[in-house]
């Protein structure tokens, strides 16, 4: 996450009222659309005290203020265009200065991807904190399916705005850089989660593909669940085709890590990696075979009379 240091640089200014803010929100996306976001606000709020009961006041109104520069400048954003609207009007509408703005986020393409920390954090804290005799795969997807189901309490008319919010990044090089790099260090801190479980150098190709594996995963939900917004799918029916689709690549990429799981459930050292990196070629080499006498024998099925000419 953000830290906090930078915002302790000047006294905590006093943003204005949320009424101030709901009144900006509602030029921008109407009455009905402001409406709904701001109870789905509401709702988040109070999940969030009562993940944190210790919060004090002070953290809590950084919090919030950090919030609602968010969803300002991703608003303003999506209907104005990025590159028409400057950080001071930003802080103009939130009631802080640029300069506060700037403490919480270092640039306009972070107030867009304000939750890209807290994707990092979660994915290399399921790599680290998985369950006894839990695969990676396993691990990773139970922490995304986690995260995910935060979206059944935003309404039907908010979720449609994902695809928005998506050709937004498309469209826009600035965000669409910024994308780009947030996705590069999801992968550098999955290898050294997975570096740091099996006892290897995060540079070597075991942990480095592993990552990028893993991470791929999350493009495909993401995916999806683009996919079916615009298809109409909402509620229940939106989650689980997206956890299929999940599932669907989670299988696939589970044959694919097994020697890398075994590796980090017990086998620790280098040349074990390389042990285990030739049985994995040997045992793609038995399947090619076993795939190749299998059409053989098949072809001999489908053409009998050819297979006895000859």
Partial sequence: MLSLMSVDAEPLEEPFSDDRVHAVLVAELGEELADKLRRVRRLQEAAEIRRHPEEGLRERKRRLTRQRISDVATILFASRGFDNVKVSTIAGIVGVSEKTVYNYFPSKESMVLDWADEAVESLAGAIRERREGESLIEAVVRAMKADMERFDEIPDDLVAFLPSFMKLIESTPPLRAAWLDMNQRVVAVAAEALAESAEVDPRDPEPMV?????????????????????????????????????????????????????????????????????????????????????????????????????
Avoid: C, M
């Fill in 210 to 310: 592993a990552a990028r594996a893993l991470t791929g995963l999350g493009a495909v939900a993401l995916s999806a669940r683009v996919r079916y917004i615009e298809q109409g799918l909402r509620g229940r029916a939106l989650r689980d085709a997206v956890f299929a689709d999940l599932d669907r690549a989670a299988r696939l990429l589970e044959t694919g890590l097994w020697s890398f799981n075994l590796l980090t459930h017990g086998r620790r050292t280098r040349q074990q990696v390389l042990d285990t990196a030739k049985a994995a070629e040997e045992a793609r080499k038995q399947v090619l075979k076993a795939l190749r006498q299998a059409r053989a024998a098949w072809r001999q099925v489908r053409e009998p009379g050819r297979g006895a000419g000859r």
